[in-house]
């Protein structure tokens, strides 16, 4: 299998191990991206990986990539909850969309209990730490391998 996934990482993420890390934990973006390349060469596939406080940034990295990336991971951050921009990016995409949140967004204050991007996810990781992004990548090789 090749191909790559675009891990996308929107608002303060790159804070990780330093904003609050009673909820985040204290693993960096940088640890995040080393594991989503290590789960991604299990089968054989690359990352391509972005992070940007800047909603624009991202929605051009969506568009760049939206033929050409075999699937996306995409942890928005605060952009869940109220970004149409971005959703209506992701509508465009051609791989499965995984959508990440590293808390369980659930159990915290209740403007996290909507999500714009949830319709388009063809599957929702909450609440499973980082790991969360190894398991995301590791669906969408599962969704995206050739049929056997």
Not at 46 to 52: E, K
Not at 67 to 91: C, K, M, P, Q
Not at 110 to 125: K, M, N
Request: with cysteine; proline share 3%.
């Amino acid at each position: 299998m090749t191909g790559t996934i675009a891990v996308l990482n929107g608002p303060n993420l790159n804070l990780l191990g330093v904003r609050k890390p009673e909820v985040y934990g204290r693993d960096t973006l940088a640890d995040v991206e080393a594991l989503c390349a290590r789960e991604a060469e299990r089968f054989g596939l690359d990352v391509d990986c972005r992070q940007s406080n800047h909603e624009g940034v991202i929605i051009d990295a969506v568009h760049e990539l939206r033929s050409s990336a075999v699937g996306f991971v995409v942890n928005a951050g605060a952009w869940t909850h109220y970004s149409i921009g971005l959703r209506d990016a992701l509508e465009t995409i051609e791989g499965p969309l995984i959508e990440v949140h590293i808390s369980n967004v659930h159990a915290r204050e209740e403007f996290r209990h909507h999500s714009y991007l949830s319709p388009l996810a063809s599957g929702i990781i909450v609440g499973c730490g980082i790991q969360g992004y190894a398991f995301a990548v590791a669906r969408i090789a599962t969704l995206t391998a050739p049929a056997r």
